[in-house]
């Protein structure tokens, strides 16, 4: 059986790190898998950056579960060396913050040519691979709307494609939103996941929701993971109020669309309680 240990995307919980430590703290959460902090994404850290941000954290007794990174979030068509040149950075800064994941993905596409451009995104993919498992970094595929992973048949693709290079992260609100069915898509590929990302969502209009209020199967999800072995990463990832640098994550339509008029929280630090509580709510009755 697996242990579960708790991360999150804590810029949701605040903009500064000293905020963000507080909402790991407040919500009985022990790592964190950074994204951005103080307005800086974490691929724009320098290594004097990444140790100071390694010093504080230590501090706080908060680890570092994965470097929540934008790679793979380029047009397939855009150049892909500048993309590569900074992931390199990254890797040096994964193993500065003593973790062993870099969160990535697979490339956004202007239009339905996925076989067109399949073996460049296998062999872009492979050279991030390559590179980080130098530093005995994994790379970890997450599905995100829009990219060449964006359904469990080409995730699948490219975990097997890629199999002894590459893991999976499931995100089951991102699937939800590109119409596929959580707990098939999980059986299909479940060998291959690493981590889960938690956040949930409605099928029928796409909105994020607390875990176990929308459709993403998250209960039943949690008791399947459970059946691995290790020590495993549960990320919670809210996406339930508008946050620093939201916006800069997704493409026109995201998420950060869909809530600027639907402000249901009257904080950031509420919101992320919200989805902590709902969390620890099911990790109870599992």
Same mark, same amino acid.
């Given at each position: 059986?697996?242990?579960?240990?708790?991360?999150?995307?804590?810029?949701?919980?605040?903009?500064?790190?000293?905020?963000?430590?507080?909402?790991?703290?407040?919500?009985?959460?022990?790592?964190?898998?950074?994204?951005?902090?103080?307005?800086?994404?974490?691929?724009?850290?320098?290594?004097?950056?990444?140790?100071?941000l390694r010093k504080i954290l230590d501090d706080n007794g908060i680890g570092v579960s994965a470097i929540g990174s934008p790679f793979g979030k380029i047009n397939i068509t855009d150049d892909f060396?500048?993309?590569?040149?900074?992931?390199?950075?990254?890797?040096?800064?994964?193993?500065?913050?003593g973790t062993s994941n870099i969160r990535m993905f697979s490339f956004y596409f202007e239009d339905d040519t996925y076989a067109q451009y399949r073996d460049e995104v296998m062999a872009r993919l492979?050279?991030?691979?390559?590179?980080?498992?130098?530093?005995?970094?994994?790379?970890?595929? %997450?599905?995100? &709307?829009?990219?060449?992973?964006?359904?469990?048949? *080409?995730? $699948?693709?490219?975990?097997?494609? !890629? /199999?002894?290079?590459?893991?999976?992260?499931?995100?089951?609100?991102?699937?939800?939103?590109?119409?596929?069915?959580?707990?098939?898509?999980?059986?299909?590929?479940?060998?291959c996941i690493e981590y889960l990302h938690i956040k949930d969502a409605r099928k029928s209009d796409g909105f994020v929701v607390p875990c176990g209020c929308g459709d993403g199967c998250i209960s %039943?999800?949690? &008791?399947?993971?459970?059946?691995?072995?290790?020590? *495993?990463? $549960?990320?919670?990832?809210?996406? !339930? /109020?508008?946050?620093?640098?939201?916006?800069?994550?997704?493409?026109?339509?995201?998420?950060?669309?869909?809530?600027?008029?639907?402000?249901?929280?009257?904080?950031?630090?509420?919101?992320?309680?919200?989805?902590?509580?709902?969390?620890?709510?099911?990790?109870?009755?599992?």
């Amino acid at each position: 059986m697996a242990e579960f240990l708790l991360s999150a995307f804590a810029d949701e919980g605040g903009k500064t790190i000293e905020e963000q430590i507080k909402a790991l703290k407040d919500n009985n959460l022990t790592h964190i898998e950074p994204r951005g902090i103080n307005g800086t994404n974490i691929s724009d850290y320098t290594p004097e950056m990444a140790k100071e941000l390694r010093k504080i954290l230590d501090d706080n007794g908060i680890g570092v579960s994965a470097i929540g990174s934008p790679f793979g979030k380029i047009n397939i068509t855009d150049d892909f060396e500048p993309h590569f040149e900074k992931f390199k950075r990254t890797v040096e800064n994964a193993c500065i913050l003593g973790t062993s994941n870099i969160r990535m993905f697979s490339f956004y596409f202007e239009d339905d040519t996925y076989a067109q451009y399949r073996d460049e995104v296998m062999a872009r993919l492979e050279k991030f691979c390559d590179y980080s498992l130098e530093s005995g970094i994994w790379c970890c595929h %997450e599905n995100e &709307k829009g990219i060449y992973g964006d359904n469990a048949e *080409r995730c $699948l693709d490219i975990l097997t494609t !890629l /199999k002894g290079k590459i893991k999976g992260v499931f995100d089951p609100a991102n699937f939800i939103q590109c119409g596929v069915d959580i707990l098939p898509a999980y059986e299909m590929l479940k060998d291959c996941i690493e981590y889960l990302h938690i956040k949930d969502a409605r099928k029928s209009d796409g909105f994020v929701v607390p875990c176990g209020c929308g459709d993403g199967c998250i209960s %039943e999800l949690l &008791k399947r993971f459970k059946q691995k072995q290790g020590k *495993r990463f $549960l990320t919670l990832e809210p996406h !339930l /109020k508008v946050f620093d640098g939201l916006k800069d994550l997704e493409q026109e339509g995201g998420t950060a669309d869909v809530l600027k008029d639907n402000y249901n929280y009257s904080s950031n630090e509420e919101a992320f309680a919200v989805a902590s509580d709902a969390l620890h709510a099911i990790l109870a009755d599992i």
